[in-house]
């Protein structure tokens, strides 16, 4: 079993629509967690960055963690045609460099 | 600022030739990690350089992998007698300093052994 389950998709969404992307996790050492975007023939770019549980948001996205059930999730709200891209979640323990990551969602806006 | 820049962008390569791949980190980042992103699978980490410390090649996958970094900056990842399961995009990234900091990535390398 992967320490970071993440269904690859496909999604798609027509545009405007809420995107619901998520990870589940094994190691329950870990306390940072992070949304990658990645456009096609691009390197990851780092979207959101969350310590331990809850809430946070910022402009369309919203980040959410619970380690309880060691569930994470990003809400893309209002999906524009630029969201399109491979969403990839992140993971790492306190003071560890090395992030562990989910295989990656695909998702595609439709306009 | 420039961002990490990784040469070359494609490679094509035969079973069993010798491969570089060359990254540049941003300037001023001590810190620079080699990952491997192979199709529907995650980012695999590889290798972490942190200033003049020893690196951590804990995630290199065979003997046949290697890497160095010159003067703190520029790293090359050494793959010897490549194999069709080396095939993969080779993501290089670097961060201010080791630790719990923001890695920033470069475009990557598509390797293809045929």
């Known amino acids: 079993q992967k320490e970071v389950e993440q269904d690859p998709g496909p999604l798609s969404v027509p545009e405007g629509a809420i995107v619901s992307l998520n990870c589940t996790y094994s190691?329950?050492?870990?306390?940072?967690f992070m949304w990658y975007r990645q456009y096609s023939r691009k390197g990851p770019e780092l979207l959101m960055y969350t310590y331990s549980s809850g809430n946070k948001e910022d402009g369309r996205f919203t980040a959410q963690v619970d380690k309880s059930s060691k569930y994470i999730s990003l809400f893309i709200r209002d999906s524009q045609p630029s969201d399109s891209a491979t969403y990839l979640c992140?993971?790492?323990?306190?003071?560890?460099?090395?992030?562990?990551f989910g295989a990656g969602t695909t998702v595609t806006v439709r306009a | 600022g420039a961002g990490v820049s990784q040469s070359p962008s494609n490679k094509v390569t035969e079973k069993g030739k010798d491969v570089e791949l060359r990254c540049d980190p941003i300037s001023g980042h001590t810190a620079l990690y080699w990952y491997r992103q192979s199709l529907g699978q995650g980012l695999e980490f590889l290798i972490y350089?942190?200033?003049?410390?020893?690196?951590?090649k804990s995630g290199l996958p065979s003997d046949r992998f290697s890497a160095e970094r010159t003067g703190g900056s520029v790293s090359t990842l050494t793959i010897q007698r490549t194999q069709q399961e080396d095939s993969a995009v080779y993501l290089c990234?670097?961060?201010?300093?080791?630790?719990?900091?923001?890695?920033?990535f470069g475009p990557g390398t598509r390797l293809t052994v045929t």
């Open positions: 992140a993971m790492r323990e306190t003071n560890d460099y090395k992030l562990s």
């Open positions: 990234a670097s961060s201010l300093a080791g630790g719990p900091h923001e890695q920033y």
């Open positions: 350089f942190q200033g003049n410390s020893a690196p951590d």
């Open positions: 190691n329950s050492a870990f306390q940072y």
